[in-house]
Antibody, heavy 116, light 107 residues
Framework: EVQLVQSGAEVKKPGESLKISCKGS????????LGWVRQMPGQGLEWMGM????????RYSPSFQGQVTFSADKSTSTAYLQWNSLKASDTAIYYC?????????WGQGTLVTVSS | DIQMTQSPSSLSASVGDRVTITCRAS??????LAWYQQKPGKVPKLLVN???ALQSGVPSRFSGSGSGTDFTLTISSLQPEDVATYYC?????????FGQGTKLEIK
């Protein structure tokens, strides 16, 4: 069974750094793209970009280029989404999803709250 | 970048009604169009890929159609459990943009 399990909710202050995780199981983690999707409170889905865990090739949506960093650890089948300096506007639910082309299996989401 | 525009943004219909949601791409995307359903408070779920291919387990009352730049998701007979927000997404090339969503409610 394909599963993507994300790390738990985070509460951070503006300017802090953060790295959230997404652990895959039940499939060949390294040979599928892994996408990230943002959903701000009460808003729609935004495709942030994707990473290919086998070689860490990444594609960022222009809206998120330079704002976040994707990484992956093949040895633990885990992908990461990282911020160096959070802003209040980063408050959102972040989903990871397996992305052979469409987003076919989704993680449960990680709520990130950024507030002073 | 290609933009995806859905209409309407919200929709209220009665149980048993036929419901159609439209998605328009700013440029042709061949058949690289998917639909997702997100029920309130839940994780999005893939409904349809390649314009019209229903995912396993998706009720047959859902169907997708279209080509080029104009696509539709149709629910032939609306059921209470279909209350959700529906999103289209293009995936011909990055960025894999979503439409803004269509919120479907029961009248």
């Amino acid at each position: 069974e394909v599963q993507l399990v994300q790390s738990g909710a985070e509460v951070k202050k503006p300017g802090e750094s953060l790295k959230i995780s997404c652990k895959g199981s039940g499939y060949s983690f390294t040979t599928y793209w892994l996408g990230w999707v943002r959903q701000m409170p009460g808003q729609g889905l935004e495709w942030m970009g994707m990473i290919y865990p086998d070689d860490s090739d990444t594609r960022y949506s222009p809206s998120f280029q330079g704002q976040v960093t994707f990484s992956a650890d093949k040895s633990t089948s885990t992908a990461y989404l990282q911020w160096n300096s959070l802003k209040a506007s980063d408050t959102a639910i972040y989903y990871c999803a397996r992305q052979p082309n469409v987003l076919d299996y989704w993680g449960q989401g990680t709520l990130v709250t950024v507030s002073s | 970048d290609i933009q995806m525009t859905q209409s309407p943004s919200s929709l209220s219909a009665s149980v048993g009604d036929r419901v159609t949601i439209t998605c328009r791409a700013s440029q042709a995307i061949d058949n690289y169009l998917a639909w997702y359903q997100q029920k309130p408070g839940k994780v999005p779920k893939l409904l349809v890929n390649a314009v019209s291919a229903l995912q396993s387990g998706v009720p047959s009352r859902f169907s997708g159609s279209g080509s080029g730049t104009d696509f539709t998701l149709t629910i032939s007979s609306l059921q209470p459990e279909d209350v959700a927000t529906y999103y289209c997404q293009k995936y011909n090339s990055a960025p894999y943009t979503f439409g803004q969503g269509t919120k479907l409610e029961i009248k």
